[in-house]
């Protein structure tokens, strides 16, 4: 049987790799600590939290959804003392533009120019009532360099998704630590690297466990029930219903040529990158799945 992914989620198969760029690669958390934020998670929380200005705890809490309260509390405010939102942009980017440079050693100038021009114009329709995130990067000014206008268009539509993906989760009825045990279990992946990924204590992690074994989501053995399933059909759908709207925008042809440009620079990342991306993301391949 041949399926496709739907438009929205084949996009955002492309433009992911290009935005996590930012978090996982060398190059990219380098850039951060050259600029004063020594350790990972410091590195994260200034860059991902810097489009909305020096913030508390609160408002990441929020809109970082899936981490625990205390590990954001960690974090903010005390990366400000560290740096200031500006310098964190600048070296989210730097770092960004080092790693697209790498990864695209050898492709077609012209067709990545073209990619992020059609990235830019689908990042400047996303709609920002209700997307924290999203909206906080589509504020910012655009660059000049085009790898630079592509990893900020793919941010802006990344950060968009995963506002709207929050949005279907809360409508299910999954909390914090429940959409991780969720997420976990039905990937296969393990708790190990997910829970203090997220600074959920045992304690936390268990409790949701049991909450969602009591309301049908993870059977005896603390495997994904047929419900877990069926509503992960129904979250990603919802996501992607609250994501079309770029595309829309774009056109159909247009975002059909878009993913071709952007094809062989995702390849790219995937190929050089991968193995620094978390394997409980579970990002699905850019490509029709024609088993």
């Not at 697209?100 to 100038?109: I, K, N, T, V």
């Not at 991780?180 to 045992?202: E, F, H, I, K, Y």
């Not at 936390?204 to 069926?230: F, M, T, V």
């Amino acid at each position: 049987m041949t399926t496709e992914l739907s438009i929205e989620r084949r996009m955002w198969s492309l433009f992911e790799p290009v935005h996590a760029v930012s978090y996982f690669a060398p190059q990219a958390r380098q850039a951060f600590e050259e600029a004063g934020l020594r350790g990972f998670w410091r590195g994260y929380f200034a860059g991902r939290c810097a489009p909305l200005g020096a913030v508390g705890a609160g408002p990441v809490i929020g809109a970082f959804y899936g981490f625990a309260p205390a590990m954001v509390q960690r974090a903010l405010p005390d990366v400000w003392t560290r740096i200031t939102p500006e310098r964190a942009l600048e070296a989210r980017l730097a770092g960004a533009r080092a790693v697209l440079q790498f990864a695209s050693e050898g492709l077609d100038p012209a067709g990545l120019d073209e990619a992020a021009g059609l990235l830019r114009t689908a990042a400047q329709a996303t709609e920002p009532q209700g997307r924290v995130l999203g909206a906080a990067n589509a504020a910012l000014p655009w660059p000049d360099e085009p790898l630079d206008v592509l990893w900020q268009a793919a941010t802006t539509l990344r950060e968009h998704r995963g506002d709207g993906h929050i949005a279907a989760l809360l409508i299910e009825g999954l909390d914090g630590p429940e959409s991780m045990v969720w997420r976990v279990a039905l990937n296969g992946a393990g708790r190990g690297m997910a829970q203090p990924a997220r600074g959920w204590s045992d304690e936390d992690w268990d409790a949701a466990h049991r909450r969602l074994h009591q309301r049908g989501y993870l059977d005896g053995e603390g495997g994904p029930s047929q419900k877990a399933h069926s509503a992960y059909r129904t979250i990603e759908e919802t996501t992607d219903q609250l994501a079309a709207g770029p595309w829309r925008a774009l056109g159909a042809e247009a975002t059909e040529h878009c993913a071709a440009l952007l094809t062989p620079l995702t390849a790219r990342l995937l190929g050089r990158l991968g193995e620094y991306y978390p394997s409980w993301i579970n990002l699905p391949m850019p490509v029709r799945d024609a088993s």
